[in-house]
């Protein structure tokens, strides 16, 4: 279903759009609020905060961004005045974490270059682990770890774009943050979840 | 360019960032070097797993009671 059809069926209360919509939206939307509080059951009742807020204001709704946006847009909303509330819980190695977001240096250890700047060892191809392996539900585990890991900046990003699959302008937009911005915090959170997952899968 | 380089544009070259001439280099590299371009295809793999992580069905308590505040506002919001 195309995006003004979308709208449109919700707005004549079509109950199994609004179904099919939910549906397909709750596991991003989850793993979004997870970007900001850790918290399983609270992420769960932010998105549903977030749908409630959707609800009444589907009439507000002006079509510019996609649904998808704009409820992520709720849900990070929601997700943030969450984790203000629950802020004094914070560790202080968390609250150091902010700084790091924009640091440079190399994604990958440069031990593993030589004086040329070329591989020593060559990473090893992945194309022969099984699919169940690849994407089973241990692997899923560890790159949940590995995102939670991440400082909160890039965290957000790289389940924005990875997860929700939105796309860069719309996920510019959402965070207020430049294209070259953006780039930066996907490129070391990707990187630091393919390291994670070398680990894992060696 | 460099293997310790290339591994650094990965992003800009799957986002479409680098400009025409870097992104001629970037994929002459990769077409000649096999650590680089396995490189590449675990950050593909990497994604793929990733986007899996959407995988997560909605508990049915929490859809009904949103469908519930749906069918609400259906009946009396307008
Ligand atoms: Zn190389």
Known sequence: MGEGSELDALRRGDEAAFVDLIQRLHGPMLRLA????????????????????????????????????????????????????ESRFLTFTSLLRGDEADRRGPTV??????????????????????EDRLIGAETLDRIRSAIQDLPPKHREVIVLRDVAQLDAAAVGDLLGISAENQRVRLHRARAAVRKSLEEYLA | MRCRDVVELMTDYLEGALSARDRERFEE????????????????????????????AIPEPVQAQLTEAFRTWTSTAR
Not at chain 1, 51 to 80: C, M, P, Y
Not at chain 1, 120 to 130: D, G, K, S, V
Request: with cysteine.
């Open chain 1, 34 to 85: 997870m970007a900001y509080v850790a918290d399983h059951h609270v992420a769960e009742d932010v998105v549903q905060e977030a749908w409630l807020t959707a609800i009444r204001s589907l009439d507000r709704f002006e079509g510019r961004s996609s649904f998808k946006t704009w409820i992520s847009g709720i849900v990070i909303n929601h997700a943030r005045s969450r984790r203000r509330k």
């Open chain 1, 109 to 130: 250890d440069p031990s593993r270059f030589g004086r040329d700047g070329a591989w020593r060892e060559l990473p090893t191809t992945w194309q022969n682990i099984p």
């Open chain 2, 29 to 56: 590299h990769i077409a000649g070097c096999d650590g680089c371009r396995a490189y590449l295809e675990q950050l593909r793999l990497t994604l793929k797993a990733v986007s899996r992580l959407a995988d997560e």
